[in-house]
């Protein structure tokens, strides 16, 4: 009877890696798709859906999925599939131990590649990870733009992944002259954290010139810098009969969410400041937002 | 007369949320004025506002769901157990529209409502659903300051190999949504986690009343009156995001569903989807979502990730693997690192740091339901398999999909 049990359990586990082998092959016939020059694109690229969990099994197939992301002589499109394939590969954290050393070698080698896409994404992916080689070569290309990889906005947006004192200041150098809106917007974005920008955020908040983004992030960042300046900020603009009804919609929003509801139903001048909101000839969603807001107080 | 009705033997209104599994009820008489015997019939049925799910009963622990029951209760006060569950394919829409009705021969002596929630497509809930999501994941994430943080940073570098590549990956998971899941519903009880069905288009998932529109520099975009425009992970605003397919179109690459239930009928072939669907899934993406350290600061990893547990529950059903002494239910190997066998505790629920594990433990212990008493405070992998209660319903985890049948 054990014999037979024994011979059983050999069976099933001759069964089961057979099983795993063949998934493993077809894994790796993938990869010899995806990284052949005789194929076409529209076969590689569809072929780099089926490479994640291969990537790694064999030392060869890396290596030759990061010569396709690393030479500027394949296909864009392949270059893009074989990164979008190895990202995938690298969320089986455990698995993409033994080939992550490389992977992030080879993202470096492409941070600064002929294709402005490719860099892009190489770079939000180094940034991700905290790469410091990829932080120095953001924070040289907004002081020094000769040296840019990047549109200063896209520079600005990866920094905020590992956010410090060097980037803070090239962001308060930027706002100073902001080469585009993006760009200000997210030097905003990243100076969200720093407690020495709360005048800052007080000016943008009270500039009625500045878009509504700018002012919503100056409001929600004076609110987690100063949690008690939300009630006093997000007043000030639903008093203000002269402001947009669209930052209007923005401060009742935050004061639904994250208001102090009993000091805000004893608020008399702001619930009748929403009430009149209520009636105007705002867009109906707003109007909506403004009701549900008062429904809340009996109003 | 009067009755009362309790589900899930509670009289708390936290507690009246069921799904398609049955859910443990009583009732009894709370005021016996009329009676003339020491029983009494009374039929229970249930009732639908438009719209509102539907919930069937049974009397005992076994056999179909009817859409009446009547029951012999004693008048003396004694509770009468009961079992009510969701009718598939009939779930709520809000709280509360769905009702039990209780009658002695045509008299109304007792009623309670309740709700038939389940998690459902993103892509498809109703104007009420998402703006109640919505507004409950922000109030979660409280502008960077509220309990999101702990679960941001349970997914960051150190913390990584806890949950992938390797067999914990689904279980993992399933409790790391579970657990926010059941924040979300502390602050509004009505809502659900809803899935992102990656293998087909999902337009209204991306719009700026909902999870926001990215513009060309991948900010994602939100109306004025959406308040996730507040959101806010380690101490930065808004979300990074930048689809790399049509919006309108389903990601290319992907398994479909169909596909992807037809990977293998074990476990250890099955968890490959982890490569494709779901990382395929991630890199579909630039931005926040595209990276392991990074990519729960998008809420929408966590419509993600739903959309991957619904594919894994799907596939039990399918293969009927709720049964962790059966090999092909998980994948067992005694090599596995800590967390990825069977009876191991979870990080960081089990609050272990420090050797094998990081070395904080965010978040604390998993939070309690007051519907369920699954999985418990400190979930092992194995009690994340029978989450429907299908063995033992003392393992029902509280949680089903609108299109997953018990």
Redesign the interface.
């Given at each position: 009877m054990a014999k037979k049990q024994k011979a059983k359990k050999q069976k099933t586990k001759k069964r089961?890696a057979a099983?795993?082998s063949s998934?493993r092959m077809a894994g790796r016939r993938a990869i010899s798709v995806a990284t052949s020059a005789d194929k076409t694109v529209k076969q590689r690229?569809?072929a780099?859906?089926?490479a994640?969990?291969a990537v790694c099994e064999s030392e060869k197939d890396l290596q030759a999925m990061l010569k396709v992301l690393s030479d500027s002589s394949e296909p864009i499109a392949v270059r893009l599939?074989a990164l979008?394939?190895l990202?995938?590969?690298?969320?089986?954290?455990?698995?993409?131990?033994s080939c992550r050393a490389d992977y992030i070698a080879t993202l470096r080698k492409v941070a600064d590649d002929p294709d402005p896409e490719l860099r892009?994404?190489v770079l939000?992916?180094l940034m991700?990870?905290?790469d410091g080689y990829a932080q120095r070569k953001l924070l040289d290309g907004l002081k020094n733009p000769a040296k840019a990889l990047l549109p200063p906005?896209?520079a600005l947006?990866l920094l905020?992944?590992d956010?410090h004192a060097d980037a803070y200041s090239v962001a308060r150098d930027i706002l100073k002259k902001p080469p585009n809106d993006?760009a200000k917007?997210?030097a905003l974005?990243?100076l969200?954290?720093d407690a020495k920008a709360v005048p800052l955020f007080e000016k943008v908040l009270r500039d009625k010139k500045e878009l509504?983004?700018n002012r919503?992030?100056a409001a929600?960042?004076l609110?987690?810098l100063h949690?008690d300046k939300l009630q006093q900020s997000a007043r000030k603009i639903l008093l203000d009969k002269s402001d947009y009804a669209?930052?209007k919609?923005?401060s009742?929003?935050?004061l639904?969410?994250?208001g102090d509801e009993e000091a805000l139903g004893k608020d008399k001048a702001l619930l009748q400041s929403i009430n009149r909101f209520r009636a105007s000839k705002a867009p109906a969603?707003?109007k909506?937002?403004a009701r549900r807001f008062l429904s809340k107080y009996d109003q | 007369m009067n009755v009362a009705l309790e589900i899930n033997n509670s009289a708390s209104p936290d507690a009246q949320f069921v799904t398609w599994a049955p859910s443990p009820c009583r009732i009894r008489v709370v005021n016996p004025a009329g009676a003339t015997a020491p029983t009494v019939s009374v039929k229970l049925s249930s009732v639908s506002a438009s719209g509102g799910g539907t919930v069937g009963f049974r009397s005992g622990t076994t056999g179909s769901f009817a859409s009446t029951l009547t029951l012999t209760v004693p008048v003396n006060g004694s509770t009468v157990p009961f079992f009510a569950a969701g009718k598939f394919g009939q779930p709520s829409t809000s709280s509360g529209d769905v009702g039990i009705e209780a009658r002695v021969g045509t008299t109304l002596v007792g009623s309670t409502k309740l709700m038939v929630r389940v998690r459902k497509n993103a892509n498809t809930l109703t104007a009420g659903e998402r703006d109640r999501f919505v507004a409950a994941f922000a109030k979660l994430n409280n502008q960077g300051l509220g309990r999101f943080a702990d679960f941001r940073d349970m997914h960051v570098t150190v913390s990584l190999p806890q949950a992938h590549g390797a067999p914990g990956f689904l279980p993992w998971h399933r409790a790391y949504l579970l657990d926010l899941e059941r924040e979300l519903q502390a602050i509004d009880a009505s809502v659900a986690l809803p899935y992102w069905r990656f293998d087909q288009p999902a337009p209204n998932i991306f719009k700026p009343d909902f999870f926001g529109s990215s513009d060309s520099l991948g900010t994602v975009r939100f109306s004025a009156t959406n308040p996730l425009q507040f959101w806010k992970t380690d101490g930065v605003q808004g979300i990074n995001r930048r689809p790399f397919f049509n919006v309108a179109v389903a990601p290319p690459g992907l398994l479909t569903e169909a596909q992807t239930l037809a990977i293998g009928t074990q476990y250890r072939v099955f968890r490959t989807m982890e490569g494709n669907p779901h990382g395929l899934a991630h890199t579909s993406f630039g931005g926040s979502i595209q990276s392991p350290p990074t990519a729960p600061k998008d809420p929408l990893f966590f419509l993600l990730h739903c959309n991957v547990d619904r594919l894994w529950a799907k596939w039990q059903r399918q293969n009927s693997r709720f049964d962790p002494a059966v090999t092909a239910s998980f994948d067992s190997n005694p090599a596995s690192r800590p967390g990825h066998k069977l009876p191991d505790t979870m990080w960081p629920w089990n609050g272990v740091t420090g050797g094998t594990r990081p070395p904080t433990a965010p978040g604390g212990a998993m939070a309690a339901s007051p519907c369920v008493v699954a999985p418990g405070l400190q979930p092992r992998v194995q009690d994340c398999l029978d989450y429907h209660g299908v063995l033992n319903a003392a393992s029902n985890m509280g949680f089903d999909y609108d299109d997953v049948r018990l």
């Open positions: 089961k099983k795993k998934a690229v569809a780099m859906a089926a994640p969990l599939a979008q394939s990202g995938a590969a690298a969320f089986s954290v455990l698995s993409f131990e892009q994404r939000g992916i991700r990870e905290k906005e896209k947006q905020s992944y956010v993006e917007r997210e974005r990243l969200a954290a509504r983004e919503q992030i929600s960042a609110h987690a949690p669209d930052i919609a923005t009742l929003t935050a639904e969410q994250f969603k707003y909506q937002t | -």
